[in-house]
């Protein structure tokens, strides 16, 4: 069975770099054609896609976050990691990482619990 744990720091300071590691379990992160995703969901807002990085280590990142986004990965620690730099009030969201089968956009195969992130001084 395939789990997946978020961690990192629940409150961050604006302007700061926001953290969170992915840990996988029951399934390698370098295993073929699977995607490891990091999504997140502000209150009262839908969840967003913030990028992915694939079984090969190749990367994509929705537009609007590139430039201060950087996912990477671990393999000797089955972890995926997310680093948000320069981070708001606005990044303040449950944090969530993702595993698709199938394509960068596939099929959801197990998603984790979430994590809370606050940005605030």
């Known amino acids: 069975q395939v789990q997946l744990q978020e961690s990192g720091p629940g409150l961050v300071k604006p302007s700061q770099t926001l953290s969170l590691t992915c840990t996988v379990s029951?399934?390698?992160?370098?295993?073929?054609?699977?995607?490891w995703s990091w999504i997140r969901q502000p209150p009262g807002k839908g969840l967003e896609w913030m990028g992915a990085?694939?079984?090969?280590?190749?990367?994509r990142y929705r537009s609007s976050l590139k430039s201060h986004t950087s996912i990477s990965r671990d393999t000797s620690k089955n972890q995926i990691s997310l680093q948000l730099s320069s981070v708001t009030p606005e990044d303040t969201a449950v944090y969530y990482c993702?595993?698709?089968?199938?394509?960068?956009?596939?099929?959801?195969?197990?998603w984790g619990q979430g994590t809370l992130v606050t940005v605030s001084s």
């Open positions: 029951g399934d390698s992160i370098a295993s073929n054609y699977y995607y």
């Open positions: 993702a595993k698709y089968g199938g394509g960068w956009f596939g099929h959801l195969e197990v």
């Open positions: 990085i694939a079984y090969d280590g190749d990367t």
